[in-house]
């Protein structure tokens, strides 16, 4: 397994759950509804795996 086959993936789910968990604890509590939706944006970005990576150019 190659972790660059997996990598816009793995980058999706980082900042969407990072972005999702900078929110939820804006007020430093992290709530069940609010690990719920960072959980969710986690998932929903490992949606992406769907669309595959572009071939790189350079690479021939």
């Known amino acids: ?3 660059t086959q997996y990598a816009k ?3 999706a789910g980082v900042v969407a759950g990072g972005t999702a968990l900078t929110v939820a ?3 430093d509590v992290l709530t069940t509804t609010e690990g719920i939706t960072v959980a969710l944006a986690i998932l929903g970005a490992f949606g992406v795996y769907v669309i595959p990576n ?3 150019p350079l690479d021939r």
Do not use: E, N, Q, S
């Open 1 to 3: 397994m190659r972790v």
């Open 9 to 11: 993936t793995i980058v």
């Open 25 to 27: 604890l804006g007020d």
């Open 54 to 56: 572009a071939k790189d």
